[in-house]
């Protein structure tokens, strides 16, 4: 299992750099276009899957204490970095990539025992939700599983040619 999840957290991180990549060089205009999609363009959705795996990982703090865990962004508020990065597509990847790097040395971390140990959280509607620790790391890499592939359908319909799905070339 937890070898498992590390190789999902090095794909998912590995996956990410590779869409940054496309959104370079396809400049990064591209980010802020409108996409038809429920977050509207290509960076909002991004900045979703931000704000979702570092409110993940704050909330992991509860299994002990993780040295990944100790990252400076961890002790910042997720609405005031909202407010600080806006719609700033540099700054909102500079961010992502060092949540992603805190998320892979996590799954490197953990141990067996505590991806066993129930994880108690509120939901976005605001109820009390209880899952073991393994599924919720599951459910953070699918979500940005799903929203690069999202975003895959935006670049394709906008003609710019995109692989995010190689797990093996992450690895």
């Known amino acids: 299992m937890k070898e ?7 794909y998912n991180k590995g996956a990410n750099l590779a869409l940054f990549d ?24 991004i900045q979703h899957c931000l704000w979702s795996e570092l409110t993940w990982l704050k909330r992991y703090k509860a299994l002990g204490d993780y040295s990944a865990l100790h990252a400076g962004i961890l002790d910042e508020e997720v609405d005031a970095l909202k ?21 892979v040395a996590f799954t490197d971390e953990i141990g067996p025992e505590d991806l066993q140990r129930p994880i108690k959280f509120k939901n976005a509607k605001g109820e009390e939700q209880e899952r073991t620790c393994w599924q919720t790391i599951f459910h953070v890499l699918n979500h940005g599983t799903h929203h690069r592939g999202e975003i895959s359908g935006v670049l394709d319909n ?14």
Do not use: M, P, W
């Open 83 to 103: 407010a600080e990065v806006g719609e700033d597509y540099q700054k909102t990847v500079s961010l992502l990539k060092e949540v992603d790097s805190s998320f």
């Open 158 to 171: 906008f003609g710019i040619n995109n692989d995010f799905s190689g797990f093996f070339r992450y690895l």
């Open 4 to 10: 498992v999840i590390a190789a999902f957290a090095k």
């Open 22 to 45: 496309t959104l370079d060089k396809a400049g990064t205009g591209i980010a802020k276009k409108a996409s038809g999609t429920f977050y509207k363009t290509i960076l909002a959705t």
